[in-house]
């Protein structure tokens, strides 16, 4: 069974014209995501720009309305000051889901994320240089630092420091 020379000809020119339109159809893809990925990112630029300008302030003033909150509220006595706590946790929820999210205050004093605001007497050395107590929350906004956490660090008491360390009394 020959076939037609013709034949064999024209299917080799649909496989090539074919072949072709695959090759520009990938092209174009590729460059259809390059464009993409670039508006993506001008999109990230932006949102960061917009979370700079407008967000990271509005959400310095509600942290300013959290601490009021949270000052009258320790100052209240049992269920009075459930609606205000209630109140308080809105705000922050809104915040959050905005971005912000609250610096460990745990750990190592680390000058970056705390504001030593007291030294807090400890009876172990290795509490020494940590944070022993939180005054004030600091807070981030993504990964921008609005506001420090405000920290007790602790310290040996000089009664204790100058005990020996095997317990004995000079």
Known sequence: MAED??????LAQEVAALRDLFQRRLLEDQSRQRMYDELYRQLRFAQQGLAEQFVAPMAREILLVVDRIDAIAGQLVGESAEPLVSVREELLEVLNRRGLREVGA??????R??????RVPVERADQVGRVVEV????????DRLL????????????????EPADGSVR
């Open 113 to 118: 994320v705390h504001e030593a605001v007291a």
């Open 106 to 111: 745990d750990g190592v004093f680390d000058p």
């Open 5 to 10: 020379p013709v034949e064999v000809a024209t």
């Open 147 to 162: 506001r420090p956490a405000q920290v007790g660090v602790g310290y040996l008491a000089e009664s204790r420091a100058e």
């Open 135 to 142: 005054r004030r929350p600091g807070y981030a906004l993504e």
